[in-house]
C-alpha cells in the first residue's frame, strides 16, 4: 500500500492532477468562504434588527403597565412574549442592577454584579453611559448547552410622564430609569448557516473529482505513456548502452524530446569514452599523491581514499573518518570536514593520531568542499600530510626554550633584552627584582635609561649602543638609591626585531671593600714614609728654628737686626712655612678617602707628584731617580687620587727591591737608580718603571699581581699594593705588566689608552 501511494506521488499525472484540482479548489473554496460569510452577515443583520424590534415592541407593550406600576401586567407580557421559541430571556433591571422582570420568575429581585456582562456595555465608564448605538448594545455570547446567543439591552429613559405621575414620581434629573435586556438564541440560525457551508463544500468536491478525471484521461494518453517510453530510453542509457532508441510517434514536444534523447545518447557514448580515459588518469593521480587523501559526506563516512591512506590505516568501506584516523566513536570536537560542510570554504587545521603500528602521528589537514553542478556541497576532500617528524622537532625546540627560558630566569645577574632603536625594556629575567627592587611587569616596556641618573642618561645613550661593556657605571634601584654595576652588552636576534642583550652585575659592594682596601694600602703607605715626610718636615723646622733663635739672641743682646738682615729671615721663615704646609696637604689629600672619579688627566704630572712625597726617603737611602719624560705626552682619562697611590705602591716596592739588594751600604750612583720613562705609541700613553734591585724570579711572575701575595717579611707587607695597583689601572682602562730588565732589576709597564 504505501508502494502504490509512493508511485501514485512520484508521477507526473498524479502531480498535474494535483495542482490543478488544488488550484480549483481553492478557488470555490475561496468564493464558498466569501460568500457564507456574506449570507452570515446579512442573516445577523436580519436576526439584529428583528431583536431590536422585538425589543421596542416589548418596552412600548409594557409602557402603559409601567406608567400605572402594574407588576401584575408587566409580568403578564414579558412571560407571555417569552414563551417564543427564540427568546431566551427577557430581564428588566433597575439602577441599582436588581432584576425587577424577567420570563424566568426565580430570577426576579435577584442583584446582579454591576460590571457583569450585559451591564457593563453602560457601566464601563463613569459616569455611565446613557445613549448608546444598536452595535455598542449587542453581544454574542455561548449558553451553558453549546449553542451561541443574541442579546440586546435598551435602556428605560425617564419620560416626562414618569416624573409627573402622582403613584411614582422619579426625579427630573434622573435620566435612566433601568435597562431592558433581550437575549435570543442563535441556534437555528447557525444551523442553517451550517447547510450552506456543507453545500458549497459538496459543489467544490464534485467539481474537483469531474476536472481531476478530465485531466487523468488526457495526461495517460498524451503525457504518461510517451514518458514512460522515454524512461526506458534514459534507463538504458543510464546502463551505458549507446546509442540508445526511443520511439515517440508525436510531433508535439514529446517526439522532439525523443529524438534529442536519442542525440544525446549518441554524443554521450562518444564523451563517455573521453570521461573514462580522464578518469583513469585522474585516479593514477589520486593514488600517487605522497599524501593522506579522503573524500567524505556530511556524516563523515569515508566515500574514496587513495593507496597512501589505506596502507597508513587499513580502513573499511563505509567506515568513518574519525574511527579510521583515530580508532573515536564519536567525531573530533574542531573538525575542519564540518566546518566546510558549514561554509563551503577550505579550512586548514592539525590534527593528531596514531599509525597503524601504534605509533603516534601528527598531520597538516587541509580540507576543500566538492560541490554540484548547482552549486551545492555534496562531500568534502581532506588531504593530510604527516608532519610527526616536523612535531617531534617542535617538542624538543619547545622543551629546549622552555630550559634556556628557566635558565634567563634563574641567572644571578639581571638580564635585559633592550630595543635596539629606543633602549626600551622588551623583557627581564627574575634577578631584576632581586637586585633593583623592580617586578617585572613593572620595568617592562620602560626606558632602560631611567635605570641611570638623568644627568648621565644622554652620554649613557650612546655609549650602550657602540661598546660591548661598561665598568662601574652607576645606576638607581626602585627606591632611588645608587648602585654600581658593570655592564656587558651583545647585540642579538628577538622575535621579529633586533635587539641588545644587556647583563649588569652588581658591583656596589666590591667597590666599598676596594675602598676600604684602597685607604688601608694608603695607610699603609704613609706608615712606610713616616721616616721620609719627618726628614722632609725637619729641614724647614730647622730653618725656621735657626732664624727664630737668632732672632731672640740679638733680641736679648738689645742689638738692632738691620733691615736686609730681617726681611731674608723673614723671607726663609715663609717659604720654608709653604714648603711645610704643602707637604703636610699633600699628605692629607693622599690619605683622604675619595671614590673613583676619572676625568682627563697629564700622567707627567701624576709621577711628579707622587715623587715629590716620596723624593727624601729615596734621596737617604742613595737611590737616584732618573727622568726620562715625553713633554708632549696626551692625556690620559683617569683618577690623579689613585694614579698617584700605584705609583707610590712601584717606587716603595722598588725602593725595598733596591735595599734588598745592596743593603744601606752607599753604592755608586749607577747601582742603586730607579728609571721612570713615558712616552706614546700609536693611540697609547706608555709608562714605564725600572729599578736595579731583586728583580721578578720567573717562578712568581704570574702570582705578585695576585691579592696578599708578598715576597716580604712578616710584617713588612700586606700584599695589597700591586693587586689594588692591577685594579686602579684597570678602572682607569689601562693594563700594567712585570717583567726583568736588563740590569737584572724589575720592570713594570703601564699602558693607558689616549681618548677620541
Same mark, same amino acid.
Given at each position: 500500500?504505501?508502494?502504490?501511494?509512493?508511485?501514485?506521488?512520484?508521477?507526473?499525472?498524479?502531480?498535474?492532477?494535483?495542482?490543478?484540482?488544488?488550484?480549483?479548489?481553492?478557488?470555490?473554496?475561496?468564493?464558498?468562504?466569501?460568500?457564507?460569510?456574506?449570507?452570515?452577515?446579512?442573516?445577523?443583520?436580519?436576526?439584529?434588527?428583528?431583536?431590536?424590534?422585538?425589543?421596542?415592541?416589548?418596552?412600548?407593550?409594557?409602557?402603559?403597565?409601567?406608567?400605572?406600576?402594574?407588576?401584575?401586567?408587566?409580568?403578564?407580557?414579558?412571560?407571555?412574549?417569552?414563551?417564543?421559541?427564540?427568546?431566551?430571556?427577557?430581564?428588566?433591571?433597575?439602577?441599582?442592577?436588581?432584576?425587577?422582570?424577567?420570563?424566568?420568575?426565580?430570577?426576579?429581585?435577584?442583584?446582579?454584579?454591576?460590571?457583569?456582562?450585559?451591564?457593563?456595555?453602560?457601566?464601563?465608564?463613569?459616569?455611565?453611559?446613557?445613549?448608546?448605538?444598536?452595535?455598542?448594545?449587542?453581544?454574542?455570547?455561548?449558553?451553558?448547552?453549546?449553542?451561541?446567543?443574541?442579546?440586546?439591552?435598551?435602556?428605560?429613559?425617564?419620560?416626562?410622564?414618569?416624573?409627573?405621575?402622582?403613584?411614582?414620581?422619579?426625579?427630573?434629573?434622573?435620566?435612566?430609569?433601568?435597562?431592558?435586556?433581550?437575549?435570543?438564541?442563535?441556534?437555528?440560525?447557525?444551523?442553517?448557516?451550517?447547510?450552506?457551508?456543507?453545500?458549497?463544500?459538496?459543489?467544490?468536491?464534485?467539481?474537483?473529482?469531474?476536472?481531476?478525471?478530465?485531466?487523468?484521461?488526457?495526461?495517460?494518453?498524451?503525457?504518461?505513456?510517451?514518458?514512460?517510453?522515454?524512461?526506458?530510453?534514459?534507463?538504458?542509457?543510464?546502463?551505458?548502452?549507446?546509442?540508445?532508441?526511443?520511439?515517440?510517434?508525436?510531433?508535439?514536444?514529446?517526439?522532439?524530446?525523443?529524438?534529442?534523447?536519442?542525440?544525446?545518447?549518441?554524443?554521450?557514448?562518444?564523451?563517455?569514452?573521453?570521461?573514462?580515459?580522464?578518469?583513469?588518469?585522474?585516479?593514477?593521480?589520486?593514488?600517487?599523491?605522497?599524501?593522506?587523501?579522503?573524500?567524505?559526506?556530511?556524516?563523515?563516512?569515508?566515500?574514496?581514499?587513495?593507496?597512501?591512506?589505506?596502507?597508513?590505516?587499513?580502513?573499511?568501506?563505509?567506515?568513518?573518518?574519525?574511527?579510521?584516523?583515530?580508532?573515536?566513536?564519536?567525531?573530533?570536537?574542531?573538525?575542519?570536514?564540518?566546518?566546510?560542510?558549514?561554509?563551503?570554504?577550505?579550512?586548514?587545521?592539525?590534527?593528531?593520531?596514531?599509525?597503524?603500528?601504534?605509533?603516534?602521528?601528527?598531520?597538516?589537514?587541509?580540507?576543500?568542499?566538492?560541490?554540484?553542478?548547482?552549486?551545492?556541497?555534496? *562531500?568534502?576532500?581532506?588531504? +593530510?600530510?604527516? %608532519?610527526? #617528524?616536523? =612535531? &617531534? /622537532?617542535?617538542? !624538543?625546540?619547545?622543551?629546549?626554550?622552555?630550559?634556556?627560558?628557566?635558565?634567563?630566569?634563574?641567572?644571578?645577574?639581571?638580564?635585559?633584552?633592550?630595543?635596539?632603536?629606543?633602549?626600551?625594556?622588551?623583557?627581564?629575567?627574575?634577578?631584576?627584582?632581586?637586585?633593583?627592587?623592580?617586578?617585572?611587569?613593572?620595568?617592562?616596556?620602560?626606558?632602560?635609561?631611567?635605570?641611570?641618573?638623568?644627568?648621565?642618561?644622554?652620554?649613557?645613550? *650612546?655609549?650602550?649602543?657602540? +661598546?660591548?661593556? %661598561?665598568? #662601574?657605571? =652607576? &645606576? /638607581?634601584?626602585? !627606591?632611588?638609591?645608587?648602585?654600581?654595576?658593570?655592564?656587558?652588552?651583545?647585540?642579538?636576534?628577538?622575535?621579529?626585531?633586533?635587539?641588545?642583550?644587556?647583563?649588569?652585575?652588581?658591583?656596589?659592594?666590591?667597590?666599598?671593600?676596594?675602598?676600604?682596601?684602597?685607604?688601608?694600602?694608603?695607610?699603609?703607605?704613609?706608615?712606610?714614609?713616616?721616616?721620609?715626610?719627618?726628614?722632609?718636615?725637619?729641614?724647614?723646622?730647622?730653618?725656621?728654628?735657626?732664624?727664630?733663635?737668632?732672632?731672640?739672641?740679638?733680641?736679648?743682646?738689645?742689638?738692632?737686626? !738691620?733691615?736686609?738682615?730681617?726681611?731674608?729671615?723673614?723671607?726663609?721663615?715663609?717659604?720654608?712655612?709653604?714648603?711645610?704646609?704643602?707637604?703636610?696637604?699633600?699628605?692629607?689629600?693622599?690619605?683622604?678617602?675619595?671614590?673613583?672619579?676619572?676625568?682627563?688627566?697629564?700622567?707627567?704630572?701624576?709621577?711628579?707628584?707622587?715623587?715629590?712625597?716620596?723624593?727624601?726617603?729615596?734621596?737617604?737611602?742613595?737611590?737616584?731617580?732618573?727622568?726620562?719624560?715625553?713633554?708632549?705626552?696626551?692625556?690620559?682619562?683617569?683618577?690623579?687620587?689613585?694614579?698617584?697611590?700605584?705609583?707610590?705602591?712601584?717606587?716603595?716596592?722598588?725602593?725595598?727591591?733596591?735595599?734588598?739588594?745592596?743593603?744601606?751600604?752607599?753604592?755608586?750612583?749607577?747601582?742603586?737608580?730607579?728609571?721612570?720613562?713615558?712616552?706614546?705609541?700609536?693611540?697609547?700613553?706608555?709608562?714605564?718603571?725600572?729599578?736595579?734591585?731583586?728583580?721578578?724570579?720567573?717562578?712568581?711572575?704570574?702570582?705578585?699581581?695576585?691579592?696578599?701575595?708578598?715576597?716580604?717579611?712578616?710584617?713588612?707587607?700586606?700584599?695589597?699594593?700591586?693587586?689594588?695597583?692591577?685594579?686602579?689601572?684597570?678602572?682607569?682602562?689601562?693594563?700594567?705588566?712585570?717583567?726583568?730588565?736588563?740590569?737584572?732589576?724589575?720592570?713594570?709597564?703601564?699602558?693607558?689608552?689616549?681618548?677620541?
Amino acid at each position: 500500500m504505501f508502494n502504490l501511494i509512493k508511485n501514485i506521488r512520484r508521477r507526473l499525472a498524479s502531480k498535474l492532477i494535483l495542482t490543478v484540482g488544488t488550484t480549483l479548489l481553492i478557488t470555490i473554496s475561496t468564493w464558498a468562504y466569501f460568500n457564507t460569510n456574506y449570507q452570515e452577515k446579512r442573516l445577523m443583520e436580519n436576526i439584529v434588527a428583528g431583536t431590536d424590534r422585538l425589543t421596542n415592541t416589548i418596552k412600548l407593550g409594557t409602557h402603559y403597565a409601567m406608567m400605572l406600576n402594574s407588576r401584575d401586567d408587566i409580568n403578564q407580557i414579558i412571560t407571555n412574549i417569552g414563551k417564543q421559541k427564540e427568546i431566551e430571556t427577557i430581564r428588566i433591571y433597575n439602577k441599582d442592577g436588581e432584576i425587577k422582570f424577567s420570563n424566568h420568575l426565580s430570577e426576579i429581585d435577584q442583584t446582579t454584579n454591576i460590571k457583569a456582562e450585559a451591564c457593563d456595555i453602560c457601566h464601563k465608564t463613569d459616569p455611565p453611559l446613557f445613549e448608546l448605538g444598536l452595535e455598542e448594545r449587542i453581544r454574542i455570547f455561548t449558553s451553558p448547552q453549546g449553542y451561541r446567543l443574541l442579546g440586546i439591552i435598551s435602556p428605560i429613559c425617564n419620560e416626562p410622564g414618569c416624573s409627573t405621575d402622582a403613584c411614582h414620581i422619579h426625579p427630573e434629573d434622573k435620566k435612566i430609569l433601568g435597562a431592558l435586556d433581550v437575549v435570543v438564541s442563535l441556534a437555528d440560525t447557525d444551523k442553517e448557516i451550517l447547510t450552506a457551508e456543507k453545500g458549497i463544500i459538496g459543489l467544490a468536491g464534485i467539481v474537483f473529482l469531474v476536472t481531476s478525471t478530465i485531466i487523468f484521461l488526457f495526461v495517460l494518453r498524451f503525457v504518461n505513456q510517451p514518458i514512460r517510453k522515454l524512461i526506458d530510453g534514459t534507463r538504458l542509457i543510464a546502463r551505458e548502452v549507446y546509442p540508445g532508441k526511443v520511439t515517440v510517434d508525436q510531433d508535439d514536444e514529446m517526439g522532439q524530446l525523443a529524438t534529442a534523447i536519442n542525440q544525446m545518447s549518441k554524443e554521450i557514448g562518444e564523451k563517455r569514452a573521453e570521461l573514462k580515459k580522464e578518469k583513469d588518469e585522474s585516479q593514477t593521480l589520486f593514488e600517487q599523491v605522497p599524501c593522506l587523501i579522503t573524500v567524505q559526506d556530511k556524516n563523515f563516512k569515508l566515500l574514496r581514499y587513495n593507496s597512501e591512506f589505506a596502507q597508513s590505516f587499513d580502513p573499511e568501506w563505509g567506515d568513518f573518518c574519525y574511527h579510521a584516523y583515530k580508532g573515536r566513536n564519536e567525531k573530533c570536537p574542531n573538525c575542519p570536514v564540518e566546518k566546510t560542510f558549514e561554509d563551503g570554504l577550505p579550512h586548514y587545521g592539525e590534527e593528531s593520531g596514531v599509525n597503524k603500528d601504534g605509533s603516534p602521528a601528527h598531520w597538516i589537514v587541509r580540507t576543500s568542499p566538492i560541490k554540484n553542478s548547482q552549486g551545492d556541497i555534496v *562531500a568534502a576532500m581532506e588531504m +593530510s600530510l604527516d %608532519i610527526s #617528524q616536523r =612535531k &617531534q /622537532l617542535e617538542d !624538543k625546540l619547545e622543551k629546549s626554550e622552555k630550559k634556556y627560558h628557566e635558565i634567563f630566569n634563574n641567572i644571578p645577574n639581571p638580564v635585559f633584552v633592550l630595543d635596539f632603536d629606543n633602549l626600551t625594556i622588551i623583557d627581564c629575567n627574575d634577578s631584576v627584582e632581586a637586585v633593583y627592587g623592580f617586578r617585572k611587569y613593572d620595568i617592562t616596556n620602560t626606558p632602560f635609561l631611567d635605570l641611570f641618573p638623568e644627568d648621565e642618561r644622554d652620554r649613557y645613550a *650612546a655609549i650602550i649602543k657602540t +661598546s660591548t661593556e %661598561i665598568t #662601574q657605571a =652607576k &645606576q /638607581l634601584n626602585h !627606591k632611588g638609591s645608587p648602585l654600581f654595576v658593570n655592564i656587558r652588552i651583545s647585540p642579538s636576534e628577538y622575535p621579529g626585531q633586533k635587539v641588545l642583550l644587556v647583563t649588569t652585575s652588581d658591583i656596589t659592594k666590591r667597590l666599598e671593600a676596594e675602598q676600604q682596601l684602597i685607604q688601608a694600602s694608603k695607610m699603609a703607605t704613609l706608615g712606610e714614609m713616616a721616616t721620609g715626610i719627618a726628614h722632609e718636615l725637619n729641614q724647614p723646622l730647622s730653618v725656621m728654628k735657626t732664624a727664630s733663635s737668632f732672632c731672640m739672641k740679638k733680641m736679648h743682646a738689645k742689638q738692632k737686626i !738691620k733691615d736686609e738682615i730681617l726681611e731674608t729671615l723673614l723671607t726663609k721663615i715663609d717659604r720654608n712655612v709653604d714648603r711645610a704646609n704643602k707637604i703636610i696637604n699633600h699628605m692629607r689629600q693622599f690619605a683622604r678617602k675619595s671614590d673613583l672619579a676619572l676625568g682627563r688627566i697629564q700622567v707627567n704630572d701624576v709621577l711628579v707628584k707622587a715623587f715629590e712625597i716620596f723624593s727624601q726617603q729615596l734621596k737617604l737611602r742613595g737611590i737616584e731617580v732618573i727622568w726620562d719624560l715625553d713633554e708632549d705626552l696626551p692625556m690620559i682619562l683617569g683618577d690623579p687620587s689613585r694614579l698617584e697611590q700605584v705609583f707610590i705602591n712601584l717606587l716603595i716596592n722598588a725602593r725595598d727591591a733596591i735595599e734588598d739588594k745592596w743593603g744601606l751600604k752607599e753604592r755608586a750612583g749607577s747601582d742603586k737608580r730607579i728609571t721612570i720613562k713615558t712616552r706614546a705609541h700609536k693611540k697609547n700613553a706608555i709608562v714605564e718603571v725600572y729599578d736595579t734591585g731583586m728583580g721578578i724570579p720567573d717562578s712568581i711572575s704570574d702570582k705578585i699581581f695576585e691579592p696578599f701575595f708578598t715576597t716580604k717579611e712578616v710584617g713588612k707587607g700586606t700584599g695589597l699594593g700591586l693587586s689594588i695597583s692591577y685594579g686602579i689601572v684597570k678602572e682607569c682602562g689601562g693594563t700594567i705588566r712585570a717583567r726583568s730588565n736588563a740590569d737584572q732589576g724589575a720592570c713594570f709597564i703601564f699602558t693607558f689608552p689616549i681618548p677620541e
